[in-house]
C-alpha cells in the first residue's frame, strides 16, 4: 500500500504588490539611515579621541615643565 500524496497548493502573490514595495523600500530607508548614523557616530569618537589625546599631552607637558622649574629652583641649576 503506498502513503497517499498531499498536494501543496502554492499560494498566490498578492494582487496588488505596492505594499511589499513599500515595506522595501521603508526597510533599505531604515539600513540607509542606521549606516550614515553609524558612520556620524564614529567620526565624533574620532574627534573625542584625538582630542582627549591632545588635552592629556598638554596637560602633560604642562605638568612635565612645571616640575622641570621645581628642580632647577630646588638644586640651583
Known amino acids: 500500500m503506498g502513503l497517499a500524496q498531499r498536494t501543496v497548493s502554492t499560494p498566490h502573490p498578492p494582487a496588488d504588490p505596492r ?24 567620526k565624533r569618537a574620532d574627534r573625542r579621541f584625538w582630542l582627549a589625546l591632545a588635552v592629556l599631552i598638554v596637560a602633560v607637558v604642562a605638568i612635565g615643565g612645571a616640575i622641570i622649574v621645581e628642580l632647577q629652583q630646588l638644586f640651583g641649576i
Open 19 to 42: 505594499p511589499a514595495i513599500a515595506r522595501a523600500y521603508r526597510f533599505e530607508r531604515a539600513r540607509r539611515t542606521l549606516r550614515v548614523e553609524q558612520r556620524d557616530d564614529r
